[in-house]
T-cell receptor, first 117, second 115 residues
């Protein structure tokens, strides 16, 4: 079955410390992977994606993510957290339909990132 | 450039009334997605269209829900009759292309409350 898992409902980190938000996926073939962020009373905003190429992907607001095929993971990272990074983060993978590509995304359940001053 | 525009931003109505949510896609985008978000169920895909054609409506809760794309830049999601359990934030999103390698761009949602 196709799925995305975000094992942590909440991640707490102090401002200035590095942060990691975890994501693992289950889909056959080469995955298309995405990270989105949602601020209160707003829609999801695209942060970064992995389609092919370099396993380390850089995105908006200083975020990056590393694709690890052997561990089927796509963890989101940032070297130094800001209080303004506090938000809900979603990982997503492109769904396949009978082995063929679609443009439907399967989202994880979200991880609330809380950065303390 | 304007992003995805949803209206209304808030809707409060009584059970049994018809509700229509509206969405304007980003110019040039040809895929349209309707989602629903609640605390209990998280983010759910209701239906999506490619080039104005519905591709997957398996997430539509029941026949009370219907979605249309009368033209390439506009979509509506209708609930008739509405029920309290329909209360949620409804998002639409659009993307360029149909191959799944382009990100979806979300509107800021319609917060729907059914009394």
């Amino acid at each position: 079955a196709q799925s995305v898992a975000q094992p942590e409902d909440q991640v707490n980190v102090a401002e200035g410390n590095p942060l990691t938000v975890k994501c693992t996926y289950s889909v056959s073939g080469n995955p298309y992977l995405f990270w989105y962020v949602q601020y209160p009373n707003r829609g999801l905003q695209f942060l970064l994606k992995y389609i092919t190429g370099d396993n380390l992907v850089k995105g908006s607001y200083g975020f990056e993510a590393e694709f690890n095929k052997s561990q089927t993971s796509f963890h989101l990272k940032k070297p130094s957290a800001l209080v303004s990074d506090s938000a809900l983060y979603f990982c997503a993978v492109r769904a396949l339909f009978y082995g063929g590509a679609t443009n439907k995304l399967i989202f994880g359940t979200g991880t609330l990132l809380a950065v303390q001053p | 450039d304007a992003g995805v525009i949803q209206s209304p931003r808030h809707e409060v109505t009584e059970m049994g009334q018809e509700v229509t949510l509206r969405c304007k896609l980003i110019s040039g985008h040809n895929s349209l997605f309707w989602y629903r978000q609640t605390m209990m169920r998280g983010l759910e895909l209701l239906i999506y269209f490619n080039n104005n054609v519905p591709i997957d409506d398996s997430g539509m809760p029941e026949d009370r829900f219907s979605a249309k794309m009368p033209n390439a830049s506009f979509s509506t999601l209708k609930i008739q009759p509405s029920e309290p359990r329909d209360s949620a934030v409804y998002f639409c999103a659009s993307s360029a292309g149909t191959g799944g390698n382009q990100p979806q761009h979300f509107g800021d949602g319609t917060r729907l409350s059914i009394l």
